[in-house]
């Protein structure tokens, strides 16, 4: 049995603390990295890719983006999550609030944000999250949930 799912062998990887960029090997499991040094055995993976010694950059996170502002959340989830995709952002973080534009809707975000939640599941193609604005007096006293 092979304990990784891919290894890809040979690519140098970049570090935003490092001044050389030294040849390595990444060995992924479940989607996630699992490994990372030089020199990981072919045999330890099920697939293997050669990295032919071409770069390999971390994801970038893009903290603030607007997804279903001027179209339905769960169109814009899939649209520009895919976008991020194609440019390298691995991770999303999009603004959302109560009111005009966002979902029509105003009041608490404990009955908003479910909403958000579901219109957004299973639709985006990298890692997201929300950053809530606080649009009435009442939403800091729900900071807390």
């Given amino acids: 049995m092979t304990e990784l799912d891919l ?31 030089p020199g990981i055995p072919a045999s330890d993976a099920r697939d293997v890719v050669d990295g032919k010694g071409l770069l390999a950059f971390p994801g970038v996170v893009d903290a603030h983006q607007h997804w279903g502002i001027y179209n339905p959340l769960s169109d814009d989830t899939a649209t520009e999550s895919r976008a991020c995709a194609q440019g390298g952002v691995t991770t999303a973080l999009t603004y ?16 908003v944000f479910p909403l958000v939640l579901e219109n957004a599941e299973g639709r985006s193609y990298v890692d997201y999250g929300f950053h809530l604005a606080p649009m009435q007096k009442s939403h800091i006293a729900e900071i807390p949930s």
Avoid at 10 to 35: E, M, Q, S, W
């Fill in 7 to 37: 290894l890809i062998k040979n690519v140098r990887l970049v570090k935003h603390n490092a001044a050389d960029i030294p040849t390595t090997d990444i060995g992924v499991k479940d989607g996630v990295f699992h490994r990372i040094a």
């Fill in 96 to 111: 959302m609030r109560t009111g005009q534009y966002y979902m029509n809707r105003g009041g608490s975000y404990n009955e």
